[in-house]
């Protein structure tokens, strides 16, 4: 290829990359696409227009398929955050379910009824009072 076809080539290239917005594997993907179409191109017409051609082409094809496997791995990834966020709603809706309706196998809870006698603090009074403590175990 002569120099400046390279040099036009690998300038639509990095255009591709940059107007698709692509991530680092895209990226990997489209060099890799159109170093192969490049090759292609260049072995069926042994001229540089038509490994140019090849090259663009196998550009924007590798870089499709940067993007496939990309979106195919969101997907993935937002489908396996929202199985553990319902996950949590669930554990904590049934957590608190057992604590409130006292089937809470985990953790029980006791109360226990005190009387405090009549007593002076700082000067005052108090009279006799009976206090609810609540212990879990």
């Given at each position: 290829?002569?120099?400046?076809?390279?040099?036009?080539?690998?300038?639509?290239?990095?255009?591709?990359?940059?107007?698709?917005?692509?991530?680092?594997?895209?990226?990997?993907?489209?060099?890799?696409g159109?170093?192969?179409?490049?090759?292609?191109?260049?072995?069926?017409?042994?001229?540089?227009?038509?490994?140019?051609?090849?090259?663009?082409?196998?550009?924007?094809?590798?870089?499709?398929?940067?993007?496939?496997?990309?979106?195919?791995?969101?997907?993935?990834?937002?489908?396996?955050?929202?199985?553990?966020?319902?996950?949590?709603?669930?554990?904590?809706?049934l957590?608190?379910?057992?604590?409130?309706?006292?089937?809470?196998?985990?953790?029980?809870?006791?109360?226990?009824?005190?009387?405090?006698?009549?007593?002076q603090?700082?000067g005052?009074?108090?009279?006799?009072?009976?206090?609810?403590?609540?212990?879990?175990?």
């Amino acid at each position: 290829m002569g120099s400046l076809m390279r040099n036009k080539f690998v300038y639509l290239v990095c255009l591709v990359l940059v107007f698709t917005g692509c991530t680092f594997r895209q990226a990997g993907y489209t060099v890799a696409g159109a170093a192969a179409g490049g090759g292609i191109g260049y072995a069926v017409g042994h001229n540089t227009k038509d490994a140019v051609i090849g090259g663009l082409g196998g550009a924007l094809i590798g870089n499709l398929a940067g993007q496939w496997q990309d979106k195919s791995e969101k997907t993935k990834h937002d489908k396996d955050y929202q199985d553990g966020y319902n996950q949590a709603k669930l554990d904590v809706a049934l957590k608190n379910w057992n604590e409130n309706t006292g089937k809470d196998t985990g953790s029980k809870k006791e109360l226990y009824s005190i009387t405090l006698p009549k007593r002076q603090e700082d000067g005052i009074l108090l009279d006799e009072q009976e206090i609810t403590l609540e212990e879990k175990q």
